[in-house]
């Protein structure tokens, strides 16, 4: 099985997950740097407030990050979730999704399947 794990970090935190990501063994991800769209955020998550998408104010807020993107088989999942739910326990905002894909190809070399990643 092979999964596609895709994360927003802060900009200022890529260098950590690179680290991260290398102690167990993964050296190879894509990084983008994104604008995340979302509603301005005023008070705190226990209080439930957000304007921005409403019609009071009719835009929404945006926040630089980066996307990072790892392709991992069954083997380094857990070590990647891990890095980082880590990450976030230290205080590092970063939201990631895991799902399954069917295959993987490296067009340069023409490997396929977990080979390719």
């Known amino acids: 099985m092979i ?3 895709v994360a927003t970090v802060p900009v200022d935190v890529l260098d950590l997950v690179r680290e ?3 102690t167990v063994g ?10 995340v769209l979302g509603p301005e955020s005023t008070g705190t998550a226990s209080q439930g407030t957000a304007v ?13 990050c980066m996307r990072v993107e790892v392709a991992v088989n069954e083997e380094f999942l857990t070590p990647t ?4 739910e880590d990450l976030t326990s230290e205080g590092k905002r970063i939201d990631f999704h895991v799902g399954e894909l069917k295959d993987a190809r490296r067009i340069r070399t023409g490997e396929s399947g977990p080979e390719a990643i």
């Open 3 to 5: 999964y596609w794990v």
């Open 20 to 22: 991260r990501f290398e």
């Open 26 to 35: 993964i050296v190879r991800f894509t990084a983008a740097e994104v604008e």
């Open 52 to 64: 921005g998408l409403g019609a009071e104010s009719g835009s929404m807020d945006s926040v630089h």
């Open 81 to 84: 979730i891990t890095v980082l």
